[in-house]
């Protein structure tokens, strides 16, 4: 998944593309009837969910999966965990996902929801929180975001697994 992304359509299709290709790595080697999350209404919820194959389709029963890709963490050691945008509660605090599967293009964090509140809370003096923070949606325009940079020695030891982004074995997706 090679680019940058200089303004925001490039940076949400780089986004789409991550989701895309998880999906399907982990339908070739886990969970081979998973599907992306088409619902409008529940978008921003959750991305993708792991059905296990069981009748009737029970959505409390499936694993939803929430997939950020953000190039940047590679070179700063930074994970990015948005918390708001436009002055509304977004990412972290809305997800209903049961994991979070972030990528720099080169390395896989998997992490549940709760563990990325629990990083949070105890490493407070230790993580940089970013209020009204102008992102770039293309020359001209922006769009406001509250966002947590946790280092990246410090986010590691909260995750369930971690790997290379081209050798997942998705075991504790579970």
Not at 5 to 24: M, V
Not at 77 to 82: Q, S, Y
Not at 129 to 151: A, D, F, S
Request: charged share 30%.
């Amino acid at each position: 998944m090679e680019g940058k992304a200089n303004d925001w359509d490039s940076s949400s299709k780089i986004g789409f593309d991550f989701e895309d290709r998880f999906l399907e790595d982990v339908s070739a080697k886990k969970y081979p009837l998973a599907y992306k999350n088409m619902k409008k209404e529940e978008y921003s919820y959750y991305d993708i969910l792991l059905y296990n194959g069981k009748l009737p389709i029970v959505l409390e029963e499936q694993i939803k999966v929430e997939c950020k890709f953000d190039e940047m963490a590679y070179v700063s050691k930074n994970i990015c965990i948005e918390v708001g945008c436009w002055g509304r509660a977004s990412g972290l605090l809305v997800t209903i996902a049961d994991y979070w599967v972030i990528s720099d293009d080169h390395t896989v964090f998997i992490i549940k929801p709760s563990e990325i509140r629990r990083c949070l809370e105890e490493n407070k003096s230790q993580i940089e929180y970013k209020k009204n923070h102008r992102v770039t949606q293309e020359p001209g325009k922006y769009k406001e975001m509250n966002l947590y940079l946790i280092p990246r020695r410090i986010f590691e030891p909260y995750c369930c697994e971690i790997g290379d982004i081209n050798n997942m074995k998705y075991d504790s997706l579970v």
